[in-house]
């Protein structure tokens, strides 16, 4: 039997199997560490928007916003709309979708759903309509749509979406990518997740936001094998270090509207880490030492993105 670089015999099968999963607990180890271990930038901007929540929502609710959301009947969204029900942050908000349910009625006034075409998507702008804060938690698997379909949910629709919100006024765009996305990664979900960042970039809205969550976690009403089997491994990972790898998507949604409350930083382009989203969502508490006010940029450097 060959493994990696040693040559066993078949009678060495078990030393086989003892490095290999040796290998393998050495990789996760390091993976764990190195996002563990990531320090937060602009901890003081991150931690004040979950502290000042409810100031923010209160000043926030003075103005008189409209939000839309694509992706409200998946994992993410379905707890986004729920907490934005909660707040009540938003005097209107369009729930955008590709099919009819009943959300509505078990939502309190001022949630509308849309039925759109994502293929067409020109032809339903008024969904967009007056919307100044735009959510995006759509996607798909390359399992349930194939590589091609993958890409079309994951960048294009967003894309689309995104043009469209924009055209119609939309100000700040808050996009749902992935942990560890790279538009230069030779891995599709990745690459996707990253490209898509890129190209949201390029509208140019006031104020963009891109989430970075870990492996989610929540009770999946769709089955995947992968991603469950990835999720009972990794169960003591998520035990110990629940900031590292893992988001559960409550975390996600409470992050998202956080953010979408907070007065906007100096940053055009806002980049949340799954740290980062735990603490935005106050799910984790910064040290004091790194509370530090941030020093005031020029012109120039407030036009760059930063990774927060
Ligand atoms: N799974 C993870 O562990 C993980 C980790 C990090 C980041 N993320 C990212 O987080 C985002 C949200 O994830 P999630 O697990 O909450 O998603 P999800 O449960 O799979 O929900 C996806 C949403 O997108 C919509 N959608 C999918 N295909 C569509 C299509 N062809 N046309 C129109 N709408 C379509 C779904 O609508 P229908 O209900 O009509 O199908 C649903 O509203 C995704 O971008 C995902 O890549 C996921």
Redesign the pocket.
């Known amino acids: 039997m060959r493994f990696l670089w040693f040559n066993l015999d078949c009678r060495d099968s078990a030393p086989g199997v003892a490095i290999a999963l040796a290998t393998l607990g050495i990789f996760w180890t390091c993976l764990i560490s190195i996002y563990d271990l990531a320090t937060v930038h602009d901890t003081f901007t991150i931690a004040s928007m979950a502290a000042e929540r409810e100031q923010n929502l209160e000043n926030f609710k003075k103005e008189g916003h409209s939000a839309f959301v694509i ?7 379905k707890v986004l709309v729920k907490e934005l029900d909660e707040v009540k942050a938003f005097k209107r908000v369009v729930l955008v ?3 009819q349910t009943n959300i509505t009625q078990k939502l309190g006034a001022g949630f509308e759903e849309r039925v759109v075409d ?1 293929d067409n998507l020109d032809d339903y702008k008024e969904a967009f309509a007056g919307c100044d804060v735009g959510f995006n ?4 698997t390359r399992a349930k ?1 194939g590589a091609q ?1 993958f890409v079309k ?2 960048h294009d ?1 967003v894309l689309k979406t995104a043009e469209i919100a924009k055209a119609s006024g939309c100000k700040h765009f808050l996009h ?4 560890g996305s790279d538009k230069n990664s030779s891995l599709l979900y990745t690459r996707t ?1 990253g490209q898509a960042e890129e190209s949201l970039k390029v509208i140019h809205f006031d104020r963009l936001s891109i989430f970075r ?4 976690l929540c009770d ?1 009403e ?1 089955s995947r094998p992968s ?1 469950s089997f990835f999720r009972t491994v990794l169960k003591p990972v998520f035990y110990f270090f629940p900031t590292a790898i893992s988001t559960p ?1 409550e975390v996600v949604a409470r992050a998202m509207v956080n953010n979408a409350i907070s007065p906007p930083s100096e940053n055009r382009t806002e980049l949340f880490e799954n740290k980062a989203i735990h603490m935005m969502a106050g799910n984790l508490k910064p040290k004091p030492e790194d509370m530090v006010k941030p020093v005031k940029k020029s012109a120039k450097e407030t036009d760059d993105n930063q990774e927060l």
């Open positions: 992706g409200y009947t998946g994992e993410i969204g979708g590709r099919r994502f938690t759509l996607g798909t749509s379909g949910v994951d629709y749902t990518s992935s942990q997740k969550p870990g492996i989610l999946r769709e991603e998507t």
